[in-house]
């Protein structure tokens, strides 16, 4: 018997209505800046709600839509908020559920990462976690039919988390998604010098932040690492905070968009 792992957002992060849901996540694709001259193996996107982030996001997601009908496998990681896990966790359920539709889960590379010591698998970490849920959408709309590898990263190490992307980097079918907001409460010119600073490092892919300056800090860095061995170039896509989405200056949290291109890698 199959199991879902249910929407815990939809409606608050994100519309609960398909329709709307569906026009509000076109909206962000259609107001992205034009696409580089490649499509990206990997990406970094921001997490909040949509009235938030959304435009980030969709800054970079825009950025995936040659690649459609090309992904069968999207690996998304992202960092636990509501559950402590010491290393990373996986589900076991099926499927995840999004207003757009269920998205069924690769069971064999589900069943590759639970070789790795550090990976439990734990359906609490992923129950209410948002961090991985507010991108199914955008995938969805972006790539159509795709299978998802769900990856809550906790207190990872840098080369334990580049492992969980290792383990499934496979070729130009897969694509990895680290999930991850930047600064948090500050004052929004301190936020911006702080969010560059972040920025200029994921340029530079180089893997020590701290959690700090980025709270997907974990699986970015495990990114970074991957990254660097595989020869990818990072790039900035977008760089904004919430005082620029939504208002309030006094206290807001950063969010940036970054795409990761292969040597050698042509548009389709």
């Not at 010491?86 to 999004?98: C, H, R, T």
């Not at 991108?135 to 299978?147: C, E, M, N, S, W």
């Not at 490092?201 to 660097?228: H, K």
Request: net charge negative.
């Amino acid at each position: 018997m199959s199991t879902i792992r249910r929407a815990a957002v939809s409606g608050s992060f994100y519309p609960g209505e398909p329709a709307a849901l569906a026009t509000e996540v076109a909206s962000y694709l259609a107001a992205a800046p034009a696409a580089g001259p490649s499509p990206p193996k990997a990406i970094i996107a921001p997490h909040a709600g949509y009235m938030y982030s959304g435009p980030i996001a969709g800054s970079v997601y825009a950025r995936l839509s040659p690649l459609s009908g090309r992904i069968s496998r999207v690996v998304l990681a992202g960092p636990a908020h509501r559950v402590y896990v010491s290393g990373a966790a996986i589900p076991s359920a099926d499927a995840f559920a999004s207003p757009l539709g269920a998205v069924a889960l690769d069971a064999d590379a589900l069943a590759r990462l639970r070789e790795l010591p550090f990976v439990e698998v734990s359906d609490r970490a992923h129950a209410l976690e948002h961090s991985l849920e507010v991108h199914v959408p955008f995938l969805q709309a972006v790539l159509g039919d795709f299978k998802l590898v769900p990856i809550v990263v906790g207190d990872a190490s840098p080369d334990e988390s580049a492992q969980l992307l290792e383990a499934l980097w496979g070729g130009p079918e897969t694509l990895i998604v680290v999930s991850s907001d930047l600064s948090h409460y500050h004052p929004y010119e301190v936020a911006r010098s702080a969010d560059r600073d972040t920025a200029n490092a994921i340029l530079s892919l180089d893997a020590r932040l701290v959690p700090e300056e980025a709270c997907g800090a974990a699986p970015i860095n495990g990114l970074l690492r991957a990254a660097r061995r595989h020869g990818l170039k990072a790039e900035l896509v977008d760089l904004r905070n919430s005082g620029d989405t939504a208002g309030d200056r006094s206290r807001v949290v950063g969010y940036g968009a970054f795409a990761f291109t292969e040597p050698g890698a042509a548009r389709a």
